[in-house]
Nanobody, 126 residues
Framework: QVQLVESGGELVQAGGSLRLSCAVSGRTLRRYNMGWFRRAPGMEREFVSACNWNGDRTYYADAVKGRFTISRDTVKNTVYLQMNSLKPEDTAVYYC???????????????????WGQGTQVTVSS
């Protein structure tokens, strides 16, 4: 069974930075994308960022492009989300997901992901 555990969420002031981590354990069947999604209160879960199996291809939502950076350590089986210049609208529960690859396309849809972590709360105060 594959398990994902996020960490790093906390309360931060606007303009600050946080780094989220997501550790993957268990046996995976083949190469996979890793993605970050978030869900703000009253909203649907939305895509934030994702990368391919070794992290050399990445994709970002327009709302975070230029501020967030996804990276992946294949030795530690961990994916990171560095978040800079945080805004109050970034406040949400952040989830990491694992999606087995389906060709070269980076996967960005919630329904395409096979496993999820429990989420970590990020709160940005104004």
């Amino acid at each position: 069974q594959v398990q994902l555990v996020e960490s790093g969420g906390e309360l931060v002031q606007a303009g600050g930075s946080l780094r989220l981590s997501c550790a993957v354990s268990g046996r995976t069947l083949r190469r996979y994308n890793m993605g970050w999604f978030r869900r703000a209160p009253g909203m649907e879960r939305e895509f934030v960022s994702a990368c391919n199996w070794n992290g050399d291809r990445t994709y970002y939502a327009d709302a975070v492009k230029g501020r967030f950076t996804i990276s992946r350590d294949t030795v530690k089986n961990t994916v990171y989300l560095q978040m800079n210049s945080l805004k109050p609208e970034d406040t949400a529960v952040y989830y990491c997901g694992l999606a087995y690859e389906r060709g070269r396309q980076i996967l960005t849809e919630v329904r395409e992901y096979d496993y999820w972590g429990q989420g970590t709360q990020v709160t940005v105060s104004s």
